[in-house]
């Protein structure tokens, strides 16, 4: 243990020797040695792992054995090992200081030798879509109120084709999109920046496979959209990353999680948007009838039992009160889905996501509200998102359909209802399931 420590130490003081050297902007790089200071980094290191509750994980080997087979052994290890999980480094395009990407690779994130070929896949996807979208669209679309007042400075964010490592980043691209995500192959955590009134924050740290849902929304310049769950708001940022909606309307009824997500807004978004995006407290169960037919994309990332958190839920007493709570979440996950199809105009879509591995809180729930929903239409996310990104998040089932289940799965693994990112050592990221419906 001392000598990991050790080694991490010496790590972090040569980082920090070598960002001296560099032409690194001087405010960002106190920054980083004040935030992410050797202390800090060491009492992190040698802080005792929470145990995990063995009541989740005995209902985890239960429940995921049977539904994701031969995969949940691995998924499982991932779990465990907290040491191994991986962080995404998601930029503000809205900040105006400038050169993140040298930072990124001063700390071991190369450049970018698979945005060319990972965005020319999606996007190749997303315009397809696109294009049939705007032809259905011209004639309902309101004209877009939103003009920016002040737009930043440095909305181009920098991109290099030197490349140390190809598995070390990607970047997230929808056409004209400025999102972009940076990854590491191995466990290095950037800091995370402190909140500050008077100034917005760099870049957001994420589970990368997050991301995932806010793609498949599509936002397009212009669009209406509704994240009716929305604290603590990274999806609502990485939405204002990937274009300029007219209204981001960011709904979260908890008290105390709604001013999370007014903080994060404020800390990633310049005052010029304060318009167009707006901060709602309703049941997320009352915008079908208030709101009917009103937006073009809504997002429910759905409150859902969140399976890393979970399983680090504190005395077997808690562990065991969340799994009872888990039965009642599919109920209130159906209604959410439902009051979103409502919402959505027709032609519109909902993404549906959560971030659990449990087949009743995913697939089930898609079907159970398609069966009473004639008007809605599951799309396929597999070749739009699974194939191109299956090198960066393991999807289930595998790509390459190679896997097999020792036993079969109570409830098929059905990928026209939505895909599944389950963590694997080396990919740890997810869970994150998403469907796409659109209302016809
Ligand atoms: C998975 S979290 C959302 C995470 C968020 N989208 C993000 O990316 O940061 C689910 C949220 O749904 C909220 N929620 C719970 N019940 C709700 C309801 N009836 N309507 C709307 N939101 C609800 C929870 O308080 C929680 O903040």
Not at 98 to 111: I, M, P, Y
Not at 249 to 257: F, G
Not at 379 to 402: Q, R
Request: glycine share 4%.
């Amino acid at each position: 243990m001392w000598r990991k420590i050790y080694l991490e130490t010496k790590r972090i003081r040569s980082i920090s020797l070598s960002l001296n050297r560099q032409t690194v902007p001087d405010g960002f790089l106190q920054e980083v040695k004040r935030e992410e200071s050797l202390e800090s980094k060491a009492r992190r290191i040698i802080k005792k792992q929470r145990p995990f509750c063995s009541a989740v994980l005995d209902h985890f080997d239960h429940q995921y054995n049977e539904e994701l087979g031969d995969l949940w052994p691995s998924a499982r290890v991932a779990l465990l090992d907290r040491q191994s999980w991986q962080y995404g480094v998601m930029l503000n395009r809205f900040s105006t200081v400038t050169d993140k990407t040298q930072v990124l690779q001063a700390l071991g994130f190369s450049s970018l030798p698979q945005q060319t070929h990972v965005s020319a896949l999606l996007c190749d996807g997303a315009s397809a879509v696109s294009n049939s979208k705007l032809e259905e669209r011209q004639d309902t679309l309101l004209s877009p109120p939103y003009v920016s007042k002040c737009p930043p400075e440095d909305f181009s964010l920098q991109t290099d084709t030197s490349s140390q490592d190809p598995l070390s980043e990607f970047a997230l691209s929808l056409p004209h999109s400025s999102l972009k995500c940076y990854i590491h192959p191995h466990t290095l955590r950037f800091p995370s920046q402190a909140y500050r009134p008077d100034r917005l924050k760099q870049y957001y740290l994420l589970n990368a496979a997050s991301l995932l849902p806010v793609l498949a929304l599509q936002v397009r310049d212009g669009d209406k959209v509704l994240d009716l769950c929305s604290a603590p708001g990274g999806k609502a940022v990485a939405i204002m990353q990937s274009a300029t909606p007219a209204l981001l309307c960011c709904n979260e009824p908890q008290p105390h999680r709604r001013d999370w997500l007014v903080e994060t807004l404020d800390s990633f978004l310049p005052c010029s948007l304060s318009s167009s995006v707006v901060v709602s407290t309703q049941d997320g169960r009352s915008f079908g009838n208030d709101k009917a037919d009103f937006y073009d994309k809504v997002l429910v990332d759905a409150p859902c039992s969140n399976d890393r958190s979970w399983l680090y839920a504190g005395t077997q007493q808690q562990g065991e009160e969340r799994l009872e709570d888990r039965k009642q979440l599919p109920v209130l996950q159906a209604q959410l889905l439902r009051s979103a199809l409502s919402a959505v105009r027709r032609g519109g879509v909902v993404v549906y996501s959560t971030c659990t591995l449990s087949s009743y809180e995913n697939q089930a729930v898609v079907e159970t509200v398609l069966n009473d929903f004639p008007e809605a239409e599951v799309e396929d996310l597999w070749e739009e998102i699974a194939l191109p990104l299956s090198k960066y998040f393991a999807f289930s089932p595998h790509p390459a359909g190679g896997r097999t289940h020792s036993k079969p799965p109570p409830l098929p693994l059905n990928r026209k209802l939505g895909i599944l990112v389950v963590p694997q050592p080396g990919r740890t990221w997810g869970p994150m399931f998403l469907s796409r419906i659109r209302r016809k």
